[in-house]
C-alpha cells in the first residue's frame, strides 16, 4: 500500500520555509542589572523564569519589535559584552536618541558614516550628526548596556526595494504608523503646493499609494 503524504502548506513548501527572526540571546554578568538597566529603557518584560542550578531566562522586547532579547544565568557561553553591532531601527532618530538618553541610556550623539554607506567598525569614520540628506539607513546614535553590549539605532523612513512585500504594508506600532502618516502628509501637501494650492480630493489613494510604494522601496509619487 502507498501512502500519500499532504502537501506542503503554503507556509512549508519544498521552496520556501519561513525563517522569522524572533530572538536574540545576549551575555551578561549581574541578571538583575540588565533587567533594570532594558525595563528602564521602556522595553517590555515578557518573561523571568528560573530553573535548577542556578539556571534564569529573562526575555525583554523593544516596544514595536518583532524581535525578543533573552538574557540571564546559564543561557549563554559568550563572554558578557561580547555582543555587538545589534540594530533597532527607528523612524526618528533625534527622536529617539532624547527618548533613551532620558531614560538612562548613556548615547553617542547622532552620527553618520563618512562613506555614506552602512556605518564602519566601532567609531571608524564617524562624522557628527545625521546624514546630510537625512538619506533612509544613514543615519545612527549608538549606547551600551552595563555589561557592554552594544546597540545601535538606525533610522530608516524608507525600504530598500524588496525590504517589505510590495503587496503588504506592515506597521509595529500605531506610533511608527502616526509618524508614516506624518510624512505623507508633508509629502501630499508639497504635491497640492504643485498643482496650484488645490484641493485634492483624492488624497486617500494618494495617501495609499505613497505608504506602500515607501516600504516596497518603489518611487514615490509626486
Not at 546559564?74 to 531614560?103: C, Y
Not at 538612562?104 to 550623539?109: F, K, N, Q
Not at 502628509?185 to 505613497?210: C, L, M, Q, T, V
Request: proline share 6%; charged share 20%.
Amino acid at each position: 500500500m502507498v501512502i500519500q503524504e499532504p502537501a506542503p502548506t503554503s507556509s512549508a513548501r519544498a521552496d520556501h520555509i519561513d525563517t522569522k527572526l524572533e530572538v536574540i540571546v545576549i551575555p551578561v554578568s549581574d541578571v538583575d542589572r540588565a533587567k533594570s538597566f532594558y525595563t528602564s529603557l521602556g522595553w517590555r518584560l515578557d518573561a523571568d523564569v528560573s530553573g535548577k542550578d542556578g539556571f534564569r531566562v529573562v526575555q525583554v522586547t523593544p516596544p514595536g519589535s518583532p524581535c525578543s532579547v533573552i538574557f540571564g544565568s546559564n543561557v549563554t557561553a559568550a563572554a558578557p559584552g561580547s555582543a555587538q553591532g545589534l540594530h533597532l531601527v527607528v523612524t526618528d532618530i533625534e527622536m529617539a536618541h532624547a527618548t533613551l538618553a532620558s531614560r538612562g541610556a548613556e548615547m553617542s550623539g547622532v552620527f553618520h558614516d563618512a562613506g555614506g554607506i552602512f556605518h564602519h567598525k566601532g567609531v571608524d569614520q564617524r562624522l557628527p550628526g545625521p546624514h546630510p540628506s537625512r538619506s533612509s539607513y544613514g543615519s545612527f546614535a549608538s549606547f551600551s548596556d552595563p555589561d557592554g553590549n552594544g546597540w545601535l539605532l538606525q533610522e530608516v523612513t524608507a525600504r530598500l526595494p524588496g525590504r517589505i512585500d510590495a503587496n503588504g504594508v506592515t506597521f509595529t506600532s500605531a506610533a511608527d504608523l502616526a509618524e508614516a502618516l506624518r510624512r505623507v502628509a508633508s509629502a501630499h501637501g508639497e504635491h497640492e503646493k504643485r498643482n496650484g494650492g488645490k484641493h485634492d480630493d483624492a488624497w486617500p489613494e494618494w495617501y495609499a499609494d505613497y505608504l506602500v510604494k515607501e516600504q516596497a522601496g518603489q518611487t514615490l509619487p509626486t
